[in-house]
């Protein structure tokens, strides 16, 4: 017959039930598990996007209502922001956000309570590190050294280093501690990059405990050839 089919494409129909009915149950599962993963991929883009553009129309409320000086709305944003979306950048710059506005108003107790949680929930250490400065600044006003300088160690973003070391200094030197806050302050000068204009202050700092830095070698040099003219 015209559609019969030949004995070699025979051979080759079996051979494929064959290995279809060996491996078919198991080839589907792969070929299912990819399809999943890829669905699931760009559902988590999506929900990502999705997250991110809620928490950002929040956030900008949250800063009109800071610019308005609204505590109160502030606070209740905020709430939602790291209720909701607790993991987006927009949480923890809007609890930096909170802290500023609420500490201005003379409300203590939340700005430590929003500068601790971006402090453990921020998503990123250099937020977090941000955050743990402030807190630390706003414990030395309230003469709680002990806790400043804990918040301090926990700080762990190399980038700020130096800030942590100053800020280290001026809670050594509020407990009375003199020769520890000029370790400190000496530490924050030398890892800060002299082109930066804060790095005068940590100078000045220094120089009022009677421990003025070293000249860079730069203006060494230049000294040394001005006094050999």
């Known amino acids: 017959m015209a559609n019969a089919l030949d004995l070699q494409e025979q051979e080759q ?10 491996w078919g149950n198991a080839i589907t599962w792969v070929v299912t598990l990819a399809l999943l993963a890829f669905a699931a991929y760009n559902g988590w883009n999506w929900y990502q996007r999705d997250q991110g553009l ?5 956030a900008d409320e949250l800063d009109k209502a800071a610019a308005g000086g609204d505590h109160e709305r502030v606070g209740r944003i905020f709430a939602d922001l790291k209720e909701r979306y607790p993991r987006t950048a927009y949480a923890a ?5 909170a802290a ?3 500490y201005s108003k003379g409300q203590t107790d939340a700005a430590k309570a929003s500068l601790g949680w971006v402090a453990e929930q921020g998503a990123e250490v250099e937020v977090q590190t941000i955050a743990r400065l402030r807190l630390a600044g706003v414990l030395l006003d309230a003469k709680q050294h002990d806790e400043a300088l804990k918040q301090l160690d926990a700080a762990k973003a190399p980038t700020f280093a130096a800030l942590v070391a100053d800020r280290r ?3 050594l030197l509020a407990q009375g501690k003199p020769d520890a806050a000029k370790a400190a302050y000496l530490a924050a000068y030398a890892a800060m990059d002299e082109r930066i204009d804060y790095r005068r202050l940590l100078d ?3 120089t009022a405990m009677g421990a003025a830095p070293p000249a860079p070698a730069s203006s060494a040099a230049v ?3 001005g006094a050999s003219k």
């Open 223 to 225: 000294g040394a050839a």
């Open 204 to 206: 000045a700092k220094l």
């Open 13 to 22: 129909l079996d051979e494929l039930k064959a290995f279809w009915g060996k």
């Open 93 to 97: 710059q809007g609890g930096l956000a």
């Open 54 to 58: 809620k928490a950002s129309a929040m």
């Open 100 to 102: 500023r506005l609420q």
């Open 169 to 171: 200094g001026d809670v």
